[in-house]
């Protein structure tokens, strides 16, 4: 059974400071995915990470898989309030998704 | 990119009757579709995943009879939840594939059941 692991699960910061989530996976996976919920929304996709090594940016945010360490990242650069959100990682396997439990970031002023 | 269309967005519904929400793709054809749970401030379980044309497949510990499932097209599908309950009350969100943009998903439904 794949199992997907966030952490942290909660995460408040200053705005402008810096920091990683991390995402552990138990299995191979052909593709990991991160998304933003924000709160009584839905999911938005923010990256798909296909290889080892890849890395995208986008804005503040930057993503890279290693697949070798089952390890994926989500970092997040001079942290705005506007990033505020429930960020959560996917993994792919045998055609279906797993979820990690979601990391809550308040970025405070 | 791609577009998931979803309703309703919310729905209150009194115990013991049934519930469909509807889940379209807007811009492209979606052969395979999925079904997510998410309770309050938890993560999304899968519940089901949804094929065109022959039965979906459901995630072990999801009752069959309860949540109907129904892919008739290649861009709808439908979930019904019948006979609700309180407990079944949840935010529910459907997804599907497209390629390399990876997966959308729909805005989700809110139901409520009193």
């Known amino acids: 059974e794949l199992k997907v692991e966030q952490n942290p699960l909660f995460l408040s910061m200053q705005e402008g400071k810096n920091y990683t989530i991390y995402c552990n996976y138990s299995?191979?996976?052909?593709?990991l995915y991160w998304y933003r919920q924000d709160p009584g929304k839905s999911l938005e996709s923010l990256f798909v990470?296909?290889?080892?090594?890849a890395v995208k940016q986008e804005g503040r945010l930057m993503a890279s898989l290693d697949t070798k360490a089952r390890l994926s990242t989500l970092h997040i650069t001079a942290a705005v309030h506007d990033l505020s959100a429930t960020y959560f990682c996917a993994v792919r396997n045998a055609g279906k998704s797993t979820f990690g439990d979601g990391t809550t970031l308040t970025v405070k002023p | 990119g791609a577009v998931v269309s979803q309703h309703p967005s919310w729905v209150i519904c009194k115990s013991g009757t049934s519930v469909k929400i509807e889940c379209r793709s807007l811009?492209?054809?979606?052969?395979?579709m999925f079904w997510y749970r998410q309770f309050p401030k938890q993560s999304l379980m899968l519940m089901a995943t949804?094929?065109?044309?022959?039965?979906?497949?459901?995630e072990q510990g999801v009752e069959k009879d309860k949540f109907l499932i129904n892919h008739a097209s290649l861009t709808l599908s439908t979930l019904t939840v019948t006979s609700a309950h309180p407990e079944d009350s949840s935010f529910y969100i459907c997804?599907?594939?497209?390629?390399?943009?990876?997966?959308?998903f729909g805005s989700g439904t809110r139901l409520t059941v009193v």
């Open positions: 949804s094929n065109e044309g022959s039965k979906a497949t459901y």
């Open positions: 997804s599907a594939e497209q390629g390399a943009y990876g997966y959308t």
């Open positions: 811009d492209f054809q979606a052969t395979t």
């Open positions: 990470l296909l290889s080892n090594g």
């Open positions: 299995t191979t996976s052909d593709r």
